[in-house]
């Protein structure tokens, strides 16, 4: 009898446990429906951001940068990683044409890792990439006053130093008052270091007003020569026809009797003296003006111009370094020299 009233309190201190875990259980709140949605997505995504990992890696072996870059870019996406971001920023180092990239890879890099632990091994690569990215532009120019810009926004006046990321620079501009503005397409490249360039413009010159309208006033001031020369014989052809009648009134007058007739002669003979004195008058004035003004027109034609504008005057950009800037009179373009 002794033996089964202890087995009976034996058992029932081992039920209570259980049947307290049991509703405890029971009563606890289970995950609804969308926070278990939302915790599975977060698995799949670590998943796959941690294929893509190895897909990145093994595109890095391989020595494909960028395809390496782009799968840790998309990782990055699924699942944040400061280290992500550092071998984003390293890959691009390994690229030789993209140092802006570079730049902004490790300008991200920097602003997500605050005191993380490889932060010092990453200010030692940016340091190089850097070093390797940036390029110091000198513009010194003998034209006064030589102003640069690229893309609409000035840099300053020559002569001047900007620090510059390796890129390309299209339409980098120069423009000086009274000088024809010129543009050429520069591209720095990595480890240059710095660049000097040697800008000369062509003055912007105009032509006199004698210059530019030589044309006309010549060819004007010739035919008024030639109207003069024409109007000096017709006077000429009038006062010979006056020197005529002349003589003729003379011998009119020599040969009449009476005195009515030869005081109508002697009037004839005045207005005569009077067409002889204006025509005589007109050949002088005729054959001044045709001299004066063939003079002029002569003188319009064969004198020198004003302003000596060479045709052939082109802009010049040297550069001091491995590349050189040459300028042609439709813009500029870049040629190695070696």
Not at 65 to 91: C, F, H, R, S
Not at 212 to 228: D, E, K
Not at 288 to 301: E, N, Q
Not at 313 to 332: D, I, N, T, Y
Request: proline fraction near 7%.
């Amino acid at each position: 009898m002794s033996a089964p009233h202890r087995q009976h309190h034996s058992g029932a201190p081992a039920l209570a446990p259980a049947l307290a875990l049991a509703l405890a259980f029971a009563l606890a709140p289970r995950p609804s429906a969308a926070q278990e949605e939302e915790e599975l997505t977060q698995k799949r995504a670590i998943v796959r951001a941690q294929r893509l990992i190895e897909q990145g890696k093994q595109h890095f072996q391989a020595r494909e940068y960028e395809q390496g870059i782009e799968v840790y870019t998309q990782a990055q996406g699924l699942l944040p990683d400061v280290k992500n971001l550092y071998v984003i920023a390293t890959a691009y180092g390994y690229i030789p044409d993209a140092c802006v990239n570079t730049l902004e890879a490790w300008e991200r890099f920097f602003d997500e890792c605050g005191e993380c632990d490889y932060r010092d091994n990453a200010l030692k690569s940016f340091n190089e990439q850097r070093k390797r990215c940036r390029v110091t532009l000198r513009v010194e120019s003998p034209t006064p006053g030589l102003r640069v810009a690229q893309g609409g926004v000035d840099w300053g006046a020559a002569p001047l130093a900007r620090g510059l990321v390796v890129a390309p620079y299209p339409r980098l501009s120069f423009s000086a008052p009274g000088h024809l503005p010129h543009a050429v397409d520069l591209v720095l490249k990595p480890n240059e270091g710095a660049r000097t360039l040697t800008v000369r413009l062509v003055p912007d010159l105009k032509p006199s007003f004698l210059d530019a309208h030589r044309p006309f006033l010549g060819g004007v001031t010739g035919v008024a020569s030639l109207t003069s020369l024409i109007f000096a014989l017709s006077q000429g052809s009038a006062a010979s026809d006056a020197v005529g009648r002349a003589e003729g009134v003379n011998e009119d007058l020599r040969q009449t009797q009476s005195a009515a007739r030869a005081n109508a002669l002697r009037a004839d003979y005045a207005r005569i003296s009077d067409d002889l004195d204006g025509a005589r008058l007109g050949l002088w004035l005729g054959v001044s003006g045709a001299a004066l003004l063939g003079g002029l027109s002569a003188w319009l034609w064969t004198r020198d111009p004003d302003v000596r504008i060479d045709p052939d005057a082109r802009p010049e950009v040297q550069g001091l370094s491995s590349l050189r800037v040459s300028a042609g009179p439709g813009g500029g373009a870049l040629t190695l020299s070696f």
